[in-house]
Structures are given as C-alpha cells and as structure tokens.
C-alpha cells in the first residue's frame, strides 16, 4: 500500500482521480488508466534494465561471495598444512640434534643406540669428503685425516685406492713404456745409492739399442745367424797387458756378449760363462765382465768402457740374468 501510495504521488494523481482501498486501488477516470499504462510502456524497458542489473549484482556477488568462502577455507586448510610441515621439520632437527649432541658426548663409548647415530653420520660424512679428496694419481700422498673410528677403515680405503690407481696406470702403459719401466726398475736396484753417476742417469730414458743396422758389419750378422741383436752400443775395449784402449762394439744376443772389431767377432761370452760384472762406486764409466776361468776358449775377463754405463749394465744383468751378480766396488 506504501509503494502504491509512492507511484500515485510521482504520476501525479489528484485526489479525486482516484480511491485507495486496502488490497486495491479504483481509478475513477478512464484517461488517467490510460496515462498510467502509457507511462508504464514509457518506463518498462529502464525498469527491466534495473531489475536485470540488480539481480545480476546480487548474483555475482553471491557467487563472489561463495568463492571467496571457498579461498578462505583453502588458505586456512593449506597454512595449516604448511605449518604442521614447519613445526614436523623443527621438530626432527630440533631431535637431530639432541642426537647428535649426545652422541658426540659418547663418542669414544662403545657403540649403543645413544651414539649410533653421531658414529653413522661421521662415517657417511668422511666417506663424502674423501670421495671429493681422493688422490689424482699414484704419487699423490694426500689422504684425509679419518676419525679416530675410522682409522682401520681408512687405512684399508687407501691401500685399495692406490691399488686401484696401479692397476689403472699398468692397464693404461704400452708394452714399450712397460719395458722402459721394468729396466729402470732393475737400474734402482743395482745402482741406487751404490754408484755416483746413476742420478744423472734417472730422468734419461733407456734406448732399444745404440746402434742402428746399417752400423754393424754384415759378416757380423751373418756369424750371428739366426740370433737377433737385442741390444749394440759402441763401447772402448782395454787390453789386458798395456790397458790400450781399442774400439769395439758390444752386442747383446738371446745367448750370449759378443765383442765386434768392425767387421769381426773378436769374442764370445756365453752367460751360461758370464759369473758376473764388476764396476766401480765412482762416476766413471769402467766395467769387467767376468768370464769361467776353465773355458778354455775364452780370453779372460773383459775390461770395457761405455758412455752409457748404467743402461749397458742393466740390459747385460737382464738378458744374462745376472742382476744379483753385478758387483759394485768402492772406488
């Protein structure tokens, strides 16, 4: 009754134009009817337009509305999630490091479940340092300091890394530089704090032989047969009476020293009549090769003079397999 009370006072009724009842209202004049449905034609499509706009506001907002309740429930649920996740996390590292703290205290007790864990967490802390820190090569020494729990443990790792490393590097050398190697190795043993000149002699690598094919005389080759130079160098020969010096060739065989003056093979040493060899502490370059008294054949001990003594030596000791027979004498 209030709202139609409203309209009438916009269109502008007159009081006797009209007659308001409780539940209807009586319009007395057929122009005033028709004013009202003309202004109502006038006004229906901006109502509508109104009407449309205010229920799609109340709509959307709802739905905002929901939506927004929606997110909310979502952050609560997922901060509360995130803060369980927080207070979960602190609540391990807060009991790691009580453990921690504990069993550092027991460290040197024996192990119990009070100090299993600090002794499992240094070995796996060690082992991830030293798999950063293990050695390059053979002749790297550095190994990190293990903990005193570790140091059986430690000692076994290292002696099974450079094992590993040998293996490694032997696997890697060719049969030449394996070769080279074994030599050098054999030179250490014999001369290694015996003789003055075999320092000099480390850093230069040994040579096949000293002198090529076209060097040595073809009668040579043809009194060898079969046999093949193993070794040849130039080398000075001293005569037993008088020490003249002479120039020979010292040949290495499969069986067997053989002295060459150019084109002749002035001897023949056997090594099964090789007893031994002879030099001095000195850095001189002498050696004897000493020869069976009862072969009758032989001339006696060989006194000779190589500007490669140390390589000479080694390669005779190896091919005559008298390494242990090489005496070295204080000079």
């Known amino acids: 009754q209030d ?15 009209y007659k308001m009842g409780r539940t209807k209202i009586f319009i007395r004049f057929p122009k005033t009817l028709f004013a009202t449905e003309d202004a109502l034609e006038v006004r229906r499509q901006s109502l509508a337009t109104k009407i449309q706009a205010a229920w799609r506001g109340f709509h959307w907002r709802q739905k905002f509305l929901r939506v927004k309740r929606s997110a909310i429930c979502i952050q609560s649920w997922w901060r509360g999630t995130l803060g369980r996740r927080k207070a979960t996390k602190r609540k391990w590292a807060a009991q790691t490091i009580r453990r921690l703290i504990r069993g550092f205290i027991l460290r040197h007790a024996p192990r ?7 002794l499992d967490h240094v070995r796996t802390s060690f082992l991830l340092n030293l798999r950063r820190q293990l050695p390059r090569n053979v002749l790297d020494t550095s190994w990190p300091t293990p903990p005193p729990a570790l140091r059986e443990a430690s000692e076994l790792l290292r002696e099974l890394c450079i094992k590993n490393m040998v293996w490694k590097y032997c696997r890697s050398i060719s049969p030449e530089w394996k070769q080279q190697l074994q ?19 480390v850093p230069r690598l040994f040579i096949s032989t000293r002198l ?7 009668r040579v080759l043809q009194a060898l047969g079969s046999e093949p130079i193993q070794y040849a160098v130039p080398v000075v020969k001293y005569d037993r009476k008088g020490y003249k010096p002479r120039s020979r060739q010292l040949l290495l065989t499969p069986n067997a020293v053989v002295i060459v003056e150019d084109a002749k093979v002035k001897q023949r040493i056997d090594y099964a009549n090789l007893t031994g060899i002879s030099v001095s ?27 490669h003594v140390i390589e000479t030596l080694t390669k005779t000791a190896i091919s005559a397999d008298r390494v242990n027979n090489v005496n070295i004498n204080q000079g």
Do not use: T, W
């Open 3 to 17: 709202g139609v009370a409203v309209l009438v006072r916009h269109l502008g009724y007159k009081p006797e134009e």
């Open 112 to 118: 119990c479940p009070e100090n299993a864990f600090f």
């Open 183 to 201: 030599q050098k190795a054999v030179a250490s043993e014999i001369f290694k704090g015996k003789k003055d000149n075999y320092p000099q002699s």
């Open 212 to 218: 090529g094919a076209d060097e040595i005389s073809s």
């Open 281 to 307: 502490s000195l850095s001189d370059s002498l050696f004897v090769l000493h020869v069976q008294r009862e072969d009758n054949k032989q001339k006696g001990d060989v006194v000779l003079q190589s500007d």
